[in-house]
């Protein structure tokens, strides 16, 4: 069936060092991916997005990468700092819909960070 | 620009009872999705609309769950009767009506049957 999966449920790191987080998805259809961030009693947020024609997509101290060939995507965070600490999500859009993006997500990572 | 508004924060039900929960999109963003976030689970599509129109409600276990946006903004999600296993954070969240544009999700409500 359709699923996203994570490689860890949990990664703890020093403040300071680099994070990584990683995902395998199953459908080679899907075309859109997003990275979201989950703190305790909060909704998703919003990290990173990438579309399935590019490998890699930078933001502000975050790399997401894209291996289509192998279906897996992770998530760079650099300088991790104890702000970091939450659960991380991918998602893909698997192409259902032509209308807005119905995301199915993984299991979630949870990112601990100590300083 | 102000997030997605969702309400209540939690409820607390018996079995057998019903329970609503309300959300109020980013302004502008005519797609609105609810989902299920089952503790230590990511979250769960149930029904996604666009306007006031559903898009896809594969998910959505009809003979319990019911789900409207008649005015193309705000929505409602009902549970009756509700289960046991129906407790869990229901999250609302919104996008443009593009493919491909990231959700906005709101903080959810956190469900618990007894």
């Known amino acids: 069936g359709e699923s996203v999966g994570l490689h860890l449920p949990t990664l703890s790191v020093q403040e300071g060092d680099n994070s990584i987080i990683n995902c395998a998805y199953s459908?080679?259809?899907?075309?859109?991916f997003i990275w979201y961030k989950q703190e305790s009693g909060k909704g998703p947020q919003f990290i990173i997005d990438i579309r399935s024609n590019m490998d890699k997509r930078q933001g502000q101290r975050v790399t997401v990468l894209l291996n289509k060939t192998v279906k897996h995507l992770s998530l760079q965070i650099a300088a991790t700092q104890p702000g970091d600490s939450a659960v991380y999500f991918c998602?893909?859009?698997?192409?259902?819909?032509?209308?807005?993006?119905?995301?199915?997500f993984g299991k979630g990572t949870t990112l601990s960070v100590s300083s | 620009e102000a997030g997605v508004a969702q309400s209540p924060r939690y409820k607390i039900i018996e079995k057998r009872q019903s329970v609503a929960f309300w959300c109020n999109p980013i302004?502008?963003?005519?797609?609105l999705y609810w989902y299920q976030q089952i503790l230590g689970q990511g979250p769960k599509l149930l029904i996604q609309?666009?306007?006031?129109?559903?898009?896809?409600d594969s998910q959505l276990p009809k003979d319990r769950f019911s789900a409207e946006r008649l005015k193309g903004v705000d929505s409602t999600l009902k549970i009756q009767p509700a289960k046991l296993e129906d407790s869990a954070v229901y999250l609302c969240a919104s996008s443009l009506v593009f493919r491909n544009s990231p959700l906005h999700f709101g903080n959810g409500t956190r469900l618990t049957v007894t």
């Open positions: 609309f666009q306007n006031n129109g559903v898009v896809d």
């Open positions: 998602a893909e859009n698997v192409g259902r819909n032509q209308a807005g993006t119905a995301l199915i």
């Open positions: 459908n080679s259809a899907s075309d859109y």
């Open positions: 302004s502008g963003h005519a797609t």
